[in-house]
């Protein structure tokens, strides 16, 4: 069963820096791209970052300059640098990544999600 799990959430101070981690078990495929995305408290779930095989990165405007993705195929682990964080980045915090299986066939996947919070 394929599962992807995020770590590296926690409690900062805003100014301060957290780096995420989303590692994909249970197949041998990486996706073909990743994507973080977060939820704060009584939102909808936004988009963070993207980044595809080929190393092509989208940010959202708040987070431009600040966050940076990143991945490693060889480890199936995306990465997302947190720095500057500011109260509100508080949010919970999800991977997606496109995986396929022996049949070519993509499936979108996401993790349970890492708290972030920022304290002013």
């Known amino acids: 069963q394929v599962q992807l799990v995020e770590s590296g959430g926690g409690l900062v101070h805003a100014g301060g820096s957290l780096r995420l981690s989303c590692i994909v078990s249970?197949?041998?495929?990486?996706?073909?791209?990743w994507g973080w995305y977060r939820q704060g408290p009584g939102k909808q779930r936004d988009l963070v970052a993207t980044i595809t095989a080929g190393g092509s990165t989208n940010y959202a405007d708040s987070v431009k300059g600040r966050f940076t993705i990143s991945s490693d195929n060889a480890k199936n682990t995306a990465y997302l640098q947190m720095n500057s964080l500011k109260p509100e980045d508080t949010a919970v915090y999800y991977c997606n990544g496109n995986i396929r299986d022996y049949s070519n066939y993509y499936t979108s996947y996401w993790g349970q999600g890492t708290q972030v919070t920022v304290s002013s």
């Open positions: 249970g197949s041998i495929f990486s996706p073909n791209a």
